[in-house]
């Protein structure tokens, strides 16, 4: 079992930056693939990023370039550093884990573990 909590979520102008939390708890020795989920208004569901447990990560083309996701294993922490915001980045943020499945160098569509997100708006 892993019990993951995420933080940051924030509403902030096009063209701005968040940086999103997560906090893991739990079985962490276990995760093979950490990343972020989001669930966008018109259920436009979609993992934005995913790294490996050895740091191999991978990004949506709608990010790419503008995300990064990172770790710091020690501290069992997920981040994910959004730079140039749109307003098509509006959408709740889940935090997310894969206990099953290994690194395959794409996004994975199906995920473990879930926090309980944290909603990011857009606006001007």
């Known amino acids: 079992q892993v019990t993951l909590q995420e933080s940051g979520g924030d509403t902030v102008q096009p063209g701005g930056s968040l940086r999103l939390t997560c906090a893991a708890s739990?079985?962490?020795?276990?995760?093979?693939?950490s990343g972020w989920y989001r669930r966008a208004p018109g259920n436009r569901r979609e993992t934005v990023a995913a790294i490996s447990d050895d740091g191999r990560v991978k990004y949506r083309d709608s990010v790419q370039g503008r995300f990064t996701i990172s770790r710091d294993s020690a501290k069992n922490m997920l981040y994910l550093q959004m730079n140039n915001v749109q307003p098509e980045d509006t959408a709740v943020y889940y935090c997310?884990?894969?206990?099953?499945?290994?690194?395959?160098?794409?996004?994975?569509?199906?995920?473990?573990?879930w926090g309980q997100g944290t909603q990011v708006t857009v606006s001007s």
């Open positions: 739990g079985m962490t020795s276990e995760i093979l693939v």
């Open positions: 997310v884990t894969n206990q099953r499945s290994a690194w395959r160098g794409t996004l994975p569509k199906t995920w473990d573990y």
